[in-house]
C-alpha cells in the first residue's frame, strides 16, 4: 500500500494509531501517534483508516505541516493510557513522588496476538514500554514501575539494556511484596 503524509492510519498488531508525517522510503514511513511521538514504521504493519484530503502543491517550500497533537491533548492521553500512582511514602504536598506503572502483558498491549510472532510480540512490547518511559520523563514522574512478568527472561533483559546504554537511569527489581518477581523499577528522576 502507498502511503501519503496526512493519511491517517491505525496499527495492525498493536493498539493505537496515528498519522503519517514523513516517507522514509517504499518499506518505512514516521508514524506521529495518537500519544504525539514519531514512530518509524514499516508499512506492511499499518492499516488506511483514511485518506489524507492534503493536496500537495508543486513548490516544495509550500508543503503543508502535519497538524501536530497539542501538549493538552498529550498529556490526557497520556494519562489515560499509563495509571500515574502516588507513592506510598508521606510526602510534603511539593515534593510529589510520582510512579508511572505500565503492564507490558501483550494481552494488556493488542486486541488479539493471533499471527503474531515471537519477534512481533517482543517489538510491540519494547515500543509500549519507550513510549511509556518517554512520557515518564516528559511529565517528571520520580519511577516507572515495568511489569513484565517472569517467562524466561528475554523482555526483562531488554528493558534493562535500554534503560542503562540508552537512557543511562538506575533501575532495580520492583516490591516483590507489590509486584513478584516480574517488574522492575526504573528512577526517571
Not at 518505512?28 to 492534503?54: A, C, H, Q, R, W
Not at 509500549?128 to 517528571?140: G, S, T
Request: hydrophobic letters at 40%; proline letters at 4%.
Amino acid at each position: 500500500m502507498q502511503f501519503s503524509v496526512g493519511d491517517k492510519v491505525s496499527f495492525l498488531n498493536e493498539k493505537g494509531g496515528g498519522i503519517v508525517s514523513k516517507i522514509n522510503n517504499k518499506k518505512m514511513v514516521t508514524i506521529t501517534t495518537t500519544d504525539g511521538f514519531d514512530m518509524p514504521y514499516l508499512v506492511n504493519e499499518l492499516v488506511l483508516v483514511e485518506k489524507s484530503k492534503i493536496i500537495i502543491p508543486q513548490e516544495p517550500e509550500l508543503l503543508p505541516e502535519v497538524p501536530k497533537i497539542s501538549e493538552e491533548e498529550l498529556k490526557a492521553s497520556l494519562f489515560q493510557k499509563y495509571k500515574p500512582v502516588q507513592s506510598p511514602k508521606k510526602s510534603k504536598p511539593h515534593q510529589r513522588n510520582l510512579v508511572m506503572e505500565i503492564d507490558l502483558h501483550i494481552e494488556e498491549l493488542v486486541d488479539d496476538t493471533r499471527g503474531m510472532s515471537n519477534l512481533q510480540i517482543i517489538n510491540t512490547q519494547i515500543r509500549a514500554f519507550q513510549n511509556a518511559l518517554d512520557a515518564a520523563i516528559l511529565n517528571k514522574y520520580h519511577k516507572l514501575i515495568v511489569i513484565h512478568g517472569v517467562g524466561n527472561g528475554v523482555l526483562k533483559n531488554e528493558i534493562c539494556k535500554i534503560v542503562k546504554n540508552s537512557y543511562e537511569l538506575d533501575y532495580a527489581d520492583a516490591s516483590l511484596a507489590m509486584y513478584g518477581k516480574g517488574a522492575t523499577q526504573i528512577f526517571v528522576s
